[in-house]
Structures are given as structure tokens and as C-alpha cells.
Nanobody, 119 residues
Framework: QVQLVESGGGLVQAGGSLRLSCAASRSIFSINDMGWYRQAPGKQRDMVASFTSGDKTNYADSVKGRFTISRDNAKNTVYLQMNSLKPEDTAVYYC?????????????WGQGTQVTVSS
């Protein structure tokens, strides 16, 4: 089991910045993949940024160059630094963790944090 607690969402004007945090209940060394997804009203949940296979990072094309994912292993925390925010970044942002155990992959989600970017 992995509990994920997000923080850092809020309301910001276009061009502004926010940093999201996701604290895991266990060592992130024991988590295979960890990152951020977002879901806007009426849309599917999409990957924003993630760590996979250790240190490899992945970003959605729409956020490349503006968002940066990072982590603090000692704090079991993953961050998402979001710069140059746009109104289309408005969504609920979810922290995600995937743990592989043999042939099974277990997915865990945080409760979500709202990010609203005003124009």
C-alpha cells in the first residue's frame, strides 16, 4: 500500500508559477513509477510528468519546457514545478504511484489538488 498526499494547488494568473508536492507513505525507492496526472472537466485523466524506470523522466508535450518534475528521496516526496502557467493548465492534478510486484502492477492515487489559472 502507498498513501499519497498532495499539496500546493491554488489559483494563479496566467504566466505565474506553482509548485505541487506529493508525499508518499513509504520510500519512493520502492515505487517503480511516480508522477503527476491531471484531469480537466469533461476530459480524461492524462499524464503530465513522471519518473519511470528509476531516474528517467517523461513529460507531456504540452508542458515541456514549462514544468519540471523532481524528487527528494529523503522526504519521500515528488514535486512538480509549474512555470509559465496557461489557462489550459487548469485541472485537478493527481499524484500517481505504480508498484510492480511480480506479474502485477498496483496503481495508487492521491486525492487530487485543484490548479486554476486565470487569464
Amino acid at each position: 500500500q502507498v498513501q499519497l498526499v498532495e499539496s500546493g494547488g491554488g489559483l494563479v494568473q496566467a504566466g505565474g508559477s506553482l509548485r505541487l508536492s506529493c508525499a508518499a507513505s513509504r520510500s519512493i525507492f520502492s515505487i517503480n513509477d511516480m508522477g503527476w496526472y491531471r484531469q480537466a472537466p469533461g476530459k480524461q485523466r492524462d499524464m503530465v510528468a513522471s519518473f519511470t524506470s528509476g531516474d528517467k523522466t517523461n513529460y507531456a508535450d504540452s508542458v515541456k519546457g514549462r514544468f519540471t518534475i523532481s524528487r527528494d528521496n529523503a522526504k519521500n516526496t515528488v514535486y512538480l514545478q509549474m512555470n509559465s502557467l496557461k489557462p489550459e493548465d487548469t485541472a485537478v492534478y493527481y499524484c500517481h504511484a505504480a508498484v510492480v510486484n511480480g506479474a502485477w502492477t498496483y496503481d495508487y492515487w492521491g486525492q487530487g489538488t485543484q490548479v486554476t489559472v486565470s487569464s
